[in-house]
């Protein structure tokens, strides 16, 4: 009595443009996820691969922990032995680098000590 027949009727088969329209907002999430997140990452990984395989006897690195050093000997493909002061050598492992330097790249100076520097030479 209370219930009308209308509300008591099956629903009606669903199109599959409705289904495909419900879809869509999870395939777009993930392209942008891909695109935003996945492939930069991928290429950062790719990048430090590259940079780790070029590591060569005389290079300053930068480890993950802060030290930096110069390579002393490249031990074999997993490992390095590089020196962090005179006579003070360690071995690290090659994925734990975080930078390598040029060799031929000077440290930053501070301006007082190029101030310094400039006075002394004249």
Do not use: C, W
């Amino acid at each position: 009595m209370l219930i009308t027949p209308a509300y008591a009727q099956a629903a009606g088969a669903g199109d599959t443009n409705s289904m495909l329209m419900s879809l869509l907002p999870f395939a777009l999430i993930f392209v942008i996820m891909y695109f935003l997140i996945l492939r930069p990452q991928q290429k950062k990984v790719r990048d430090h691969a590259e940079l780790v395989k070029n590591i060569r006897r005389g290079d300053t690195v930068v480890t993950s922990g802060g030290l930096v050093g110069k390579v002393t000997k490249v031990v074999d493909d997993d490992q390095i032995e590089f020196e962090i002061s005179d006579g003070v050598r360690v071995r690290q492992m090659r994925q734990m680098i975080s930078g390598v330097r040029a060799k031929g790249e000077p440290a930053k100076e501070s301006s007082k000590d190029s101030a310094k520097d400039d006075t002394a030479a004249k």
